[in-house]
């Protein structure tokens, strides 16, 4: 089985200003955060794609337990909507320590700190990419099992072509039975090659749902067989 019949989803839609805005207001009326959030930076995740992923998390039937590659606003979005949810952790590495202590101080500001922990992993060559830059190894050494929410958003692509396919391969022994995963920038073609990899790697493994994309994201479904 492959995923290719399912890439000309990824044609994503352009993001219209007003209903990032719309989204925006609703996303910050529901998780009420105590102190004014920074806005996502253009290379961050959309309104859209943070709404979505903060909506699963809240209604879950289950406590989210998450992988999040690169940290940042997003990692407090997250850490609020567990904190409505009133159960889950989120787990999110970086790479840059300033970068990883930036993301703690927001966590405190917003009193969210219990809910996420940001491991520092420096890059370097791996393996898994032809030897091209990934995260220390040893820093997922630390993450539970039973992941049942991923959001893959870095190392920044410029770093490397297809930088951040060494994302599932490298927690793929702790997924849960059923486990949403979502990849940003997914209008590139770069993640595209990542995403249909992926869908024929986890085939044997996973029964693999697709779900329409978001502005700059998609998010396939996996239940284990």
């Not at 959030?37 to 709404?51: D, G, K």
């Not at 997924?175 to 044997?204: F, K, M, N, P, Y």
Request: hydrophobic share 40%.
């Amino acid at each position: 089985m492959t995923i290719s019949s399912v890439l000309p989803l990824l044609k994503h839609l352009p993001i219209r200003t007003p209903s990032e805005r719309r989204i925006a207001r609703r996303l910050q009326a529901w998780a009420a955060p105590p102190h004014p959030m920074p806005r996502p930076t253009p290379w961050a995740a959309s309104w859209e794609t943070l709404h979505s992923l903060c909506s699963r998390i809240r209604a879950s039937t289950n406590p989210i337990t998450m992988a999040e590659f690169g940290s940042g606003v997003s990692t407090a979005w997250f850490a609020l909507a567990v904190r409505a949810a009133g159960a889950g952790h989120i787990h999110s590495i970086e790479h840059q320590a300033r970068f990883a202590e930036r993301t703690r101080t927001l966590l405190a500001r917003q009193g969210v700190s219990e809910h996420a922990t940001v491991h520092l992993g420096h890059l370097g060559a791996s393996d898994l990419n032809d030897g091209q830059p990934w995260y220390d190894p040893r820093c997922f050494d630390a993450y539970p099992t039973a992941i049942n929410l991923v959001f893959v958003d870095g190392p920044v692509a410029h770093l490397g072509s297809n930088i951040r396919y060494p994302a599932l391969p490298t927690i793929a022994s702790r997924l849960a039975d059923r486990c949403t995963v979502v990849l940003d920038d997914t209008h590139r073609a770069e993640e595209q090659g990542i995403w249909q990899r992926w869908g024929d790697e986890l085939s044997d493994e996973f029964v693999i749902t697709i779900e329409p994309p978001l502005s700059r994201s998609s998010a396939m479904l996996l239940q284990r067989r």
